[in-house]
């Protein structure tokens, strides 16, 4: 095999392994890409992409094991609010982020709004279970340590996670609402929430 048909048959290794770093690097990043092809995606000042009801999709498969061991179906919750929010115990911003995550839920659970975090570069789950018991998150988690459900459960055009740690609102229909791509306070979170939990 000459070298230059070696670099050839390295690239796509090279390139998957820079989308995986750039998926597993702990940002801040506010973009709003979300795919190719016309979007109709809504980004306001403070980093919260939204799509218009009539242009949502779907999500795709989100299912699996929980943290505590349990299987769960993202698309079982149908006719709730859903906010799926992308996470790993070793990420500094999630930290900041979920005590708010962990308050809300709770208040916001008697309205029918369901949580749902995504655990993701996690290589086992016992920092992960710890994170949860710490900032009493109380909600399950998707045990997703290779990032699969967020690849899969996304499809191309989305409004797709591509930061950690990273929001998605779903809403009654199961179809993507609203995401965010850096981590939320409090305020923020309901910001991305109230509007698609007033829709009748």
């Given at each position: 095999?000459?070298?230059?048909?070696?670099?050839?048959?390295?690239?796509?290794?090279?390139?998957?392994?820079?989308?995986?770093?750039?998926?597993?690097?702990?940002?801040?990043?506010?973009?709003t890409s979300g795919g190719?092809?016309?979007?109709?995606?809504?980004?306001?000042?403070?980093?919260?992409?939204?799509?218009?009801?009539?242009?949502?999709?779907?999500?795709?498969?989100?299912?699996?094991?929980?943290?505590?061991?349990?299987?769960?179906?993202?698309?079982?919750?149908?006719?709730?609010?859903?906010?799926?929010?992308?996470?790993?115990?070793?990420?500094?911003?999630?930290?900041?982020?979920?005590?708010?995550?962990?308050?809300?839920?709770?208040?916001?659970?008697?309205?029918?709004?369901?949580?749902?975090?995504?655990?993701?570069?996690?290589?086992?789950?016992?920092?992960?279970?710890?994170?949860?018991?710490?900032?009493?998150?109380?909600?399950?988690?998707?045990?997703?340590?290779?990032?699969?459900?967020?690849?899969?459960?996304?499809?191309?055009?989305?409004?797709?996670?591509?930061?950690?740690?990273?929001?998605?609102?779903?809403?009654?229909?199961?179809?993507?609402?609203?995401?965010?791509?850096?981590?939320?306070?409090?305020?923020?979170?309901?910001?991305?929430?109230?509007?698609?939990?007033a829709e009748k």
């Amino acid at each position: 095999m000459s070298l230059s048909r070696a670099r050839r048959a390295a690239l796509p290794t090279a390139v998957v392994a820079v989308g995986a770093l750039v998926l597993s690097a702990c940002s801040q990043d506010t973009g709003t890409s979300g795919g190719g092809g016309n979007t109709n995606f809504v980004t306001d000042t403070g980093g919260i992409s939204t799509v218009e009801r009539g242009q949502r999709k779907a999500t795709g498969t989100l299912a699996g094991e929980t943290l505590e061991g349990d299987r769960l179906d993202v698309a079982d919750l149908k006719g709730k609010v859903v906010v799926l929010n992308v996470w790993g115990s070793w990420c500094p911003p999630c930290r900041g982020e979920a005590p708010h995550f962990a308050k809300v839920a709770k208040e916001l659970r008697p309205q029918g709004v369901e949580f749902v975090g995504l655990n993701t570069r996690d290589a086992n789950k016992g920092p992960a279970i710890a994170f949860e018991k710490d900032y009493e998150v109380d909600y399950p988690s998707l045990y997703d340590p290779a990032g699969k459900l967020i690849v899969e459960g996304f499809p191309k055009g989305t409004l797709n996670p591509q930061a950690i740690p990273s929001t998605v609102v779903l809403d009654r229909e199961g179809k993507i609402a609203a995401r965010s791509l850096m981590a939320l306070s409090e305020k923020q979170l309901r910001k991305m929430i109230d509007p698609v939990l007033a829709e009748k």
